[in-house]
């Protein structure tokens, strides 16, 4: 059990991006008070703690209901973190989520920031929501599904953590740092992602 937990920790770690999250929302929230500042962060991770939680439990019977098989949608979500870990690689994914908050700045006519788009799809998104489809369907009991959600739970503790410790994080790990980090976590993710698409592949023609 401690290696699904470990291996599902770190699964979500990458594709989540807690210290990722932190400086978008950083720059979201800009002027905020600290208790808006809170309210802000606290409402983003139970919206998409939500969110997840709806997909990982549920997804396996909505794909049965549209007639796509697991394997089906292990590839198809495999290639989708892939994709997801060359963003982080070259650094698009950051260019992406800046230029998606920057809007939301320019705008203020948006949605809560805590809604869109820092729960959808910076934290929920479609990357974090196949991962915990994945991560759940190919478990047999309820103890090792328990042990997934259980190692979510944590992750978005973290990305809590982090979004609450936005300004001070950012000042203390600085931009290059930050760059570093996600270009590593962006190769763990790919060798993941591979791993997703050999399992679907062995499922369906094995």
Not at 30 to 38: A, D, E, I, K, L
Not at 90 to 109: G, I
Request: hydrophobic share 55%; proline share 5%; aromatic share 8%.
């Amino acid at each position: 059990m401690l290696d699904l937990f470990v291996s599902a920790f770190v699964t979500f770690f990458v594709v989540i991006d807690p210290p990722g999250c932190a400086p978008i929302f950083a720059s979201l929230t800009n002027g905020y008070s600290p208790t808006q500042r809170r309210a802000a962060a606290t409402r983003a991770v139970m919206v998409a703690t939500f969110i997840l939680l709806v997909f990982a439990l549920v997804g396996e019977a909505f794909l049965r209901a549209l007639s796509i098989s697991l394997d089906a949608f292990r590839i198809a979500g495999g290639g989708m973190l892939f994709l997801i870990a060359l963003e982080m690689v070259f650094e698009k994914r950051t260019q992406r989520r800046e230029h998606r908050a920057q809007e939301v700045k320019d705008a203020p006519e948006h949605e809560d920031i805590s809604i869109f788009p820092m729960a959808i799809p910076m934290i929920a998104g479609p990357g974090s929501i196949a991962t915990a489809m994945l991560l759940t369907s190919r478990r047999a009991g309820p103890e090792e599904i328990a042990v997934v959600l259980a190692a979510l739970g944590l992750i978005l503790i973290l990305t809590l953590a982090a979004l609450l410790a936005a300004g001070p994080l950012m000042r203390v790990v600085g931009r290059r740092v930050e760059t570093v980090v996600s270009r590593l976590l962006g190769v763990i993710l790919a060798a993941l992602a591979v791993q997703f698409v050999i399992d679907g592949i062995k499922g369906a023609f094995g």
